[in-house]
Nanobody, 112 residues
Framework: QVQLVESGGGLVQPGGSLRLSCAAS????????IQWVRQAPGKGLEWVSK????????YYADSVKGRFTISRDNAKNTLYLQMDSLKSEDTGVYYC?????WGQGTRVTVSS
């Protein structure tokens, strides 16, 4: 079955960095668009970024553009999200998404 397992979340100070990973299995990773979506405490879901199968096309929400970088390693069936210059408003649970499948999420807390 399809599995998406996120990791790499944690507590970081404003201005810091984190790298999230999403290990995928159960589908053809190399031909799939994969996305990151987040949910801040008490708020709705916010789309963050997506990447094409060949890692050639990448798209970002305006709120993270220039600070976050999405990438993938098709040999490892793994998706990444490098998050730099983190802000308190980046706090939330980050989910890896391959429609219609979701991971369990990894929590990111940006706080001093």
């Amino acid at each position: 079955q399809v599995q998406l397992v996120e990791s790499g979340g944690g507590l970081v100070q404003p201005g810091g960095s984190l790298r999230l990973s999403c290990a995928a299995s159960g589908f053809t990773f190399t031909t799939s668009w994969i996305q990151w979506v987040r949910q801040a405490p008490g708020k709705g879901l916010e789309w963050v970024s997506k990447v094409a199968p060949g890692d050639t096309e990448k798209y970002y929400a305006d709120s993270v553009k220039g600070r976050f970088t999405i990438s993938r390693d098709n040999a490892k069936n793994t998706l990444y999200l490098q998050m730099d210059s983190l802000k308190s408003e980046d706090t939330g649970v980050y989910y890896c998404l391959k429609r219609p499948y979701w991971g369990q999420g990894t929590r990111v807390t940006v706080s001093s």
